[in-house]
């Protein structure tokens, strides 16, 4: 049987084009998740790995869908060999179980941590570039200005939080925090 497996981090992502990727292979279960790659207990994951078993392949877009650290995806590959289990990675063609197939496998393990520690040390540098300005802000900015905040808590005098929902777009959830904001001035 073929197994699919797609992963976003962060719940904000899409997994459509990995799923259609996935089913164009001819995937007949495809298990996903929207869970970092960086922790090595994702549900999901867990899930379809229990299920494989002798003849069944386990396919995946990239590598680093599957493993973010070259030690745990040489690991989960040798472990599903081991059992009998093959690795399809679409950008990569079949892993094969020989010393030319975990040679390739380990180099590609190793760009793809190669890679995210770039990205967080990149992240990292551009952070702290940022916090050297008098104006930073750690966190997302604020979706809504505070004349637009002002005003609808203005409206929740005479309405529901509800009504006020449907007139400004704010949620009933940011208003609670502004209202205690506000209490608490």
Do not use: W
């Amino acid at each position: 049987m073929k197994y699919g497996y797609a992963r976003v981090s962060t719940v904000n992502q899409d997994l459509e084009s990995q799923i259609q990727q996935l089913e164009k292979e001819g995937c007949d279960v495809i298990y996903k998740e929207k869970f970092t790659g960086t922790k090595k207990d994702r549900p999901e994951f867990t899930k379809l790995l229990d299920v494989l078993k002798e003849g069944d392949t386990l396919v995946v877009t990239k590598l680093d869908r599957f493993a973010r650290t070259t030690a745990d995806g040489i690991n989960t590959v040798k472990e599903l060999f081991e059992r009998g289990v093959k690795v399809h990675v679409l950008n990569m063609g079949l892993v094969e179980d020989t010393p030319t197939g975990r040679l390739i496998l380990s180099v590609m393990l190793a760009f793809a941590e190669f890679e995210r520690d770039m990205i967080v040390e990149r992240t990292q540098e551009g952070k702290a570039i940022a916090k050297q300005r008098p104006d930073f802000r750690e966190g997302r900015p604020n979706k809504y200005s505070k004349k637009q905040i002002e005003h609808a808590l203005t409206l929740l005098e005479t309405n529901s939080y509800k009504q006020v929902e449907s007139l400004t777009g704010i949620s009933k959830s940011t208003l609670i925090r502004a209202k205690k904001k506000l209490a608490s001035n």
